[in-house]
């Protein structure tokens, strides 16, 4: 059974650090690129950092680009987020993706998400 569990998450000040984790099973992890999205009230989901799968390169949204960092550790099959310098803005509820490319097809994983909220 595949799973995708998300943690790590909650309530932090401004300026303030969070790591998220999601520890993935069932499927090929390093096989599998790995991404965070995140979702706030009333807005649509967006992608905020993506790891490869073959040479481990990353790019992030520009909004998060020098505060974000995404890991990928295929020994313990988990892909980490760290964010750091947070803003209100980065209140959401952030999900785990995985996604394997062969051909044209593609296979698709999704986490539950986790809860951040930065507020004074």
């Known amino acids: 059974q595949v799973q995708l569990v998300e943690s790590g998450g909650g309530l932090v000040q401004p300026g303030g650090s969070l790591r998220l984790s999601c520890a993935a099973s069932g499927f090929t992890f390093s096989s599998y690129a790995m991404s965070w999205y995140r979702q706030a009230p009333g807005k649509e989901r967006e992608l905020v950092a993506t790891i490869a799968s073959a040479n481990g390169s990353t790019n992030y949204a520009d909004s998060v680009k020098g505060r974000f960092t995404i890991l990928r550790d295929n020994a313990k099959n988990t892909v980490y987020l760290q964010l750091n310098s947070l803003k209100p803005e980065d209140s959401a509820v952030y999900f785990c993706?995985?996604?394997?490319?062969?051909?044209?097809?593609?296979?698709?994983?999704w986490g539950q998400g986790t809860q951040v909220t930065v507020s004074s």
């Open positions: 993706n995985a996604v394997h490319f062969y051909g044209e097809y593609a296979t698709v994983h």
